[in-house]
């Protein structure tokens, strides 16, 4: 493990994680490929701690995307529940209240069964007067599906007459984004260097970090060094 400190490094005040790999993990330990799924769930709580001790303010996690939809059915109600059974344990996850955690998830989760939309609802209500640290799960979630929704929405106030259209700006997008918060840092895991899709209009000017290790392989030297990375970074946001 690296030596480098809290102290010492210039940590992202918004973190982004593309958790990428769970299906390809399985298929090396020769287990059905959405048996990987449980692993990632687990490391998720892993990296909550690494993120509480660093002092990483925000978190947005990539979980669920809006093409995740057609994986063949088997698979898919295999993942439901399995957020539908993590979502369980979240609520009752002392970190949540220990760290000072407010969860939201970010997405057309309007798609998701009634029950699993009643349970991330009852997480963000028990935790939306916490103010430490955020926690943003991306489910059915896609960067242009959001850009899309935050344009309807603007188009809407226009029709209404409460919003004239010269003066729609880059704020006025950002305003009804899910999440106008823009993280600093991106990981993306599992080997592919593309965004996919994720926080298309916030990630203009994040940093991004590549991995081949799969999220599920993902450790805390991994973390420290992607840290490291971005700390020794000249972060010119276009200047």
Same mark, same amino acid.
């Given at each position: 493990?690296?030596?480098?400190?809290?102290?010492?490094?210039?940590?992202?005040?918004?973190?982004?994680?593309?958790?990428?790999?769970?299906?390809?993990?399985?298929?090396?330990?020769?287990?059905? =490929?959405?048996?990987?799924?449980?692993?990632?769930?687990?490391?998720?709580?892993?990296? &909550?701690?690494? !993120?509480?001790?660093?002092?990483?303010?925000?978190?947005?996690?990539?979980?669920?995307?809006?093409?995740?939809?057609?994986?063949?059915?088997?698979?898919?109600?295999?993942?439901?529940?399995?957020?539908?059974?993590?979502?369980?344990? &979240? &609520?009752?996850?002392?970190?949540?209240?220990?760290?000072?955690?407010?969860?939201?998830?970010?997405?057309?989760?309007?798609?998701? =069964?009634?029950?699993?939309?009643?349970?991330?609802?009852?997480?963000?209500?028990?935790?939306?007067?916490?103010?430490?640290?955020?926690?943003?799960?991306?489910?059915?979630? $896609?960067?242009?599906?959001?850009?899309?929704?935050?344009?309807?929405?603007?188009?809407?106030?226009?029709?209404? $007459?409460?919003?004239?259209?010269?003066?729609?700006?880059?704020?006025?997008?950002?305003?009804?984004?899910?999440?106008?918060?823009? =993280?600093?840092?991106?990981?993306?895991?599992?080997?592919?260097?593309?965004?996919?899709?994720?926080?298309?209009?916030?990630?203009?000017?994040?940093?991004?970090?590549? &991995?081949?290790?799969?999220? =599920?392989?993902?450790?805390?030297?991994?973390?420290?060094? !992607?840290?490291?990375?971005?700390?020794?970074?000249?972060?010119?946001?276009?200047?």
């Amino acid at each position: 493990m690296r030596s480098e400190t809290t102290q010492t490094l210039n940590v992202p005040r918004h973190l982004g994680v593309i958790l990428d790999g769970n299906r390809r993990f399985a298929k090396k330990l020769n287990l059905d =490929p959405w048996k990987g799924h449980e692993w990632g769930e687990k490391k998720v709580g892993k990296l &909550l701690e690494w !993120c509480n001790e660093y002092k990483i303010e925000e978190l947005t996690l990539y979980t669920f995307s809006m093409q995740n939809f057609n994986r063949p059915k088997k698979e898919f109600d295999y993942i439901l529940n399995l957020f539908r059974e993590g979502a369980k344990r &979240l &609520l009752k996850d002392k970190r949540l209240y220990e760290y000072d955690i407010k969860v939201r998830f970010i997405g057309r989760i309007h798609l998701f =069964p009634q029950d699993i939309q009643e349970l991330m609802h009852k997480i963000m209500d028990a935790t939306k007067n916490h103010v430490k640290h955020k926690l943003n799960f991306a489910m059915a979630y $896609g960067g242009r599906e959001e850009i899309i929704d935050s344009v309807q929405s603007i188009a809407k106030r226009v029709a209404e $007459g409460t919003l004239k259209p010269e003066e729609i700006d880059e704020k006025t997008l950002s305003k009804h984004l899910y999440m106008s918060s823009e =993280p600093d840092l991106i990981i993306r895991t599992g080997g592919e260097k593309r965004t996919s899709n994720f926080l298309a209009w916030q990630s203009s000017y994040s940093e991004w970090i590549f &991995l081949d290790k799969h999220w =599920p392989e993902f450790e805390k030297e991994d973390f420290i060094a !992607c840290l490291e990375e971005y700390s020794s970074r000249d972060r010119r946001m276009g200047r």
